[in-house]
């Protein structure tokens, strides 16, 4: 994602400023009688415009700081790669020369070895000799002439023949040290460079563990935001007709609000989220949706109410997971092998157990039915998210290179990298072995912090089918949601999103006018701020194309079914005016000051006047 312009900003600022200095109205007109209270109107609307402005900026410069680190880290893990693999490369290098020598000295060796044997052999075969002609029979032969002169030369041979035979000996004992000290040497040397062979395998398997992380940290989090962008834009928004400039300005809300797409480790409030209406008079209009944020899958605060109303674990995981088994809980589910191990991003190989109790996605005080159902759904995400069924045992995945490896944050689900509270811990030692399955495979079993009173498919957020994840009403026999006030209570049950959500009335009609405005106008649906069309301009083009503009908007008249808003009304002095409510929420995000967004599809409105 490309950032804003940096001289953006100055330049409309000048304009804004120039304008103001020269008395000319944004439409054209001559500044007349004008008084006080209006100077400082145009006063505070321009500092709020610079504020949004400069708040976006901050967003989408974020957004590419964020993205710049992890190109850094990418680049930096590739250089530590390419320097262990020129290493490892020398050491094979070496490892084979010095192979080579060791074989060389081996042949030597036994050769001296051979010689040696040849020699100690005669060495044995004259001490036998000497000692044989050492006996003497008699005296007499000792001391007879024709035996002594003879005597004396045999004498004399064998002590030549002894310290021949002695130096040879200590020659060859010599020869046979210094070959063993030799080959000892080589050996521990061999020793050596293999043992560095072996830390320089782990350095390469390392740095390409680390590029794997990295380019898959890189494609989640972009990833990640395309999907948020595509929540804010809703089905019905074609994401790839979008200008780049629409792209940032969604993007920079889908980072503004990525930072949490579940409970979490600890529970969020009501007012830790709100944000109050304006305190000055004035007539205010805010957009609210229920849940948050992609409403698939099991909803965790509804997950909570209903182990409120006492729902079993298999009760909360057949309520939001369709035609599944779940092994452990159900009789015919049979039984899902677990690997040992798993492969975590930043941590290698840890015990699943342990991963598991570190997992940090609900918060330990809610009740043990709600941990449980928690503990089996992250269980099965991750061995849906590492592939482990298509492998045929644990060996066969701890062995694969390619191993896929998980994430630790909201991208997959959030680990801690220590176990929690004993209470989780607890949760995950009961549920260990059950595991949610789809025709024998874990599922992808996906999971939000508020549905709102009812969950969406796959199929309707993302387009992609699912059968296990269908939407469902989510609430009790007497119509309370399970995650709204009356169970869970969820913060995010019903809320509206952004740093300044309440507008202005001429905001408010604004935007419904823009939502007017033909498809074929849809990259003129920013604000003016960000490239778009100003309000005037989208009254004029309404007028161009035959198309009536609301002027005094008095309500909004909105229909609700179970799971999203069907119809939308504006009710105006000039008429009403029928829209499509999920074209005006396309349009809201697009043109919506700073991070307001309107984020599911089941939005409502409130006014203060």
Not at 6 to 35: A, C, E, M
Not at 277 to 282: E, T
Not at 395 to 407: E, G, T, V
Not at 464 to 477: E, F, K, N
Request: charged share 20%.
């Amino acid at each position: 994602m490309r950032s804003k312009n940096s001289n953006t900003l100055p330049r409309i600022l000048s304009i804004i400023l120039t304008i103001l200095l020269l008395g000319v109205s944004l439409d054209g007109s001559i500044f007349q009688g004008v008084s006080a209270d209006e100077l400082d109107q145009t006063r505070q609307e321009k500092e709020q415009k610079e504020k949004e402005l400069t708040e976006q900026q901050k967003q989408l410069e974020a957004k590419k700081a964020e993205e710049g680190t992890l190109a850094g880290q990418y680049q930096s893990y590739a250089g530590q790669l390419e320097q262990a693999e020129k290493l490892l490369e020398e050491k094979i290098a070496a490892i084979a020369a010095r192979q080579a020598e060791l074989k060389k000295l081996e042949q030597e060796m036994q050769m001296r070895e051979t010689e040696l044997a040849a020699k100690q052999a005669l060495i044995e075969q004259r001490i036998r000799s000497l000692y044989k002609k050492s006996y003497t029979p008699s005296i007499v032969t000792f001391f007879s002439n024709d035996k002594l002169s003879s005597l004396a030369e045999d004498y004399t041979y064998r002590t030549v023949i002894l310290k021949e035979d002695k130096k040879t000996a200590i020659g060859l004992g010599e020869m046979i040290l210094a070959i063993g000290k030799e080959r000892e040497e080589n050996e521990t040397l061999k020793a050596s460079l293999e043992k560095e062979k072996e830390t320089l395998d782990l350095d390469v398997q390392k740095a390409k563990e680390q590029i794997a992380a990295s380019q898959a940290q890189i494609a989640a989090n972009r990833n990640t935001q395309l999907q948020l962008v595509q929540q804010l834009v809703g089905l019905q928004g074609a994401l790839a007709s979008l200008t780049q400039k629409e792209q940032e300005i969604l993007a920079a809300k889908a980072a503004a609000a990525a930072a949490q797409n579940t409970v979490g480790n600890n529970e969020q409030t009501w007012l830790s989220i709100s944000t109050p209406a304006p305190g000055n008079s004035g007539n205010y209009f805010s957009f609210w949706t229920y849940g948050y944020p992609h409403r698939v899958g099991m909803n965790q605060y509804g997950a909570y109410g209903r182990a409120l109303a006492g729902q079993t674990t298999g009760e909360i995981l057949h309520a939001y997971y369709n035609a599944v088994t779940v092994t452990g809980i159900d009789p015919d589910a049979g039984s899902f092998e677990e690997p040992t191990e798993i492969k975590v991003d930043g941590y290698g190989w840890i015990s699943f157990p342990d991963y598991l109790k570190g997992i940090g996605e609900m918060p330990s005080s809610w009740p043990k039915e709600a941990l449980k159902a928690q503990a089996i759904a992250s269980r099965t995400y991750a061995l849906n998210y590492i592939n482990y069924a298509s492998y045929q045992n644990y060996d066969a995945y701890r062995n694969d290179p390619n191993a896929r490896s998980i994430c630790t944050d909201q991208r997959c689900q959030v680990y801690l990298g220590h176990p929690k509270e004993a209470a989780w811990q607890m949760a995950v030692d009961d549920s260990a072995g059950m595991v949610i399955l789809s025709g024998g495979v874990p599922i992808t079993a996906w999971y939000a912090s508020t549905a709102g009173g009812a969950t969406l498919s796959s199929q309707e957020v993302w387009g992609g089918y699912r059968s296990y994840v269908l939407g469902i009403v989510d609430t009790d026999s007497q119509g309370q949601a399970y995650d709204g006030p009356f169970w869970g209570d969820s913060p995010w049950f019903h809320k509206a999103w952004g740093d300044n959500p309440w507008l202005s009335k001429e905001q408010t009609v604004d935007l419904v006018n823009a939502a007017l405005l033909p498809q074929s106008y849809n990259q003129n649906l920013p604000s003016a701020e960000n490239g778009g069309f100003s309000a005037e301009k989208v009254v004029e083009t309404l007028n161009t194309e035959g198309i009536q503009a609301v002027f005094d908007m008095q309500s909004i008249s909105l229909e609700i079914n179970a799971k999203q808003t069907v119809s939308m009304v504006v009710v105006s002095s000039n008429g009403n005016f029928t829209l499509d409510p999920q074209r005006f929420r396309f349009v809201f995000n697009l043109r919506s000051p700073g991070t307001d967004a309107i984020w599911t599809t089941n939005l409502t409105w409130k006014q203060i006047k």
